[in-house]
Each structure stands twice: as structure tokens, then as C-alpha cells.
């Protein structure tokens, strides 16, 4: 005998066990549509990767050996750059020696001059008699010098004369 007791406890027993059913395909349902999410991303991922493997990869190489290129001209451009610079501060150098030693000749000049105006009359009547004699013993030594070749070539001279005259004596005397 079932009573009514019975039955509804069995209907509500089974009703439980459909809607705890149901919550599980639920929750199944959610799982897979979560799981083809994934899916769908992985897949999206790896086309990304394929896609990049055949197509980004050569580009990325045409990329780094462009780079590669570009890297080369800037180091050839800055080699020519330093070159040039340093070419430029070489010529500068020269350019800063040359007007320092013309203003100390400048400045050595106008010393001396200032010297000069500074001293008295009788210093200065002996430096310009100094700067004569000077130019006096060129001349003497130019003499001397002239002289001193003229005496040899007279002493040569000399000398072909007195052998002549020795060996006409000794023909004579032979």
C-alpha cells in the first residue's frame, strides 16, 4: 500500500533529483562554453603564432637586417663626423699657434720699442753704434775673407813661379 505520503515524497524526491539534474547540465553547459572560450582563444593564439611564424618572422628579419644597415651608416656617418672634428680642431690648434706667436712677436717688438723710448740718449746713440759696428765687422770680414783668398791664390802663384825658376837654375846648370 503507497500512501500519499509516499508519493509525494517520491514526486518531490524525483523532482529534486530533476532540477539537481538540470543544475548540473547547467553547470556542464557553462563548463563547456567556458572551455570552447578557451578553445576559441588558444586557437586564436596560435593562428597569431602561425601568422607570425610565416609572415611576422620575415618581416622581423627584413626588420633586423635593415636595422643592421641603418646601425652601420650611423657608425660610418659618426666615423666621418670624428674624422672631420678632429681635422678641425687640428687646424684650430694650428690657427691658435700661429696668432699666439705672432702677438709675442707683436709684444716682443713693441717691448723693445718701449725699451727703447724709455732709455736715455747716450744708451741709445750706443745701441745705434753698436748695430754699426755690427754691420762694420761684416764688412771687415768680407775683406779679410777676400783678402785671405787673394793672398793664397798669390802664394800659389808664387809658389808656380819660384818652381819655374828653380827648375830653369837647374837646367842651366846642367
Do not use: F, M, P
Not at 530533476?18 to 543544475?23: F, L, M, N, R, W
Not at 650611423?74 to 691658435?96: F, I, M, P, S, T
Request: hydrophobic letters at 35%; a negative charge; glycine letters at 2%.
Amino acid at each position: 500500500v503507497v500512501t500519499r505520503d509516499d508519493v509525494e515524497e517520491s514526486l518531490k524526491t524525483k523532482c529534486q533529483y530533476v532540477k539537481d539534474k538540470e543544475q548540473l547540465l547547467k553547470d556542464l553547459q557553462s563548463q563547456i562554453e567556458e572551455t570552447e572560450q578557451r578553445l576559441l582563444a588558444k586557437q586564436k593564439e596560435r593562428n597569431y603564432w602561425l601568422e607570425y611564424k610565416n609572415v611576422e618572422r620575415k618581416v622581423q628579419a627584413i626588420r633586423v637586417i635593415n636595422l643592421g644597415k641603418d646601425i652601420k651608416e650611423v657608425k660610418d656617418g659618426l666615423n666621418r663626423a670624428k674624422e672631420h672634428y678632429r681635422k678641425a680642431l687640428e687646424a684650430v690648434q694650428e690657427e691658435k699657434e700661429r696668432v699666439l706667436e705672432r702677438h709675442v712677436e707683436l709684444n716682443k717688438e713693441q717691448a723693445l720699442e718701449n725699451a727703447v723710448r724709455y732709455l736715455d740718449k747716450n744708451i741709445c746713440r750706443e745701441i745705434e753704434e753698436n748695430a754699426w759696428l755690427r754691420e762694420e765687422v761684416k764688412l771687415y770680414q768680407k775683406e779679410v775673407n777676400d783678402l785671405k783668398a787673394s793672398v793664397q791664390l798669390l802664394e800659389e802663384e808664387n809658389l808656380c813661379l819660384v818652381t819655374k825658376l828653380i827648375d830653369s837654375r837647374l837646367q842651366n846648370l846642367r
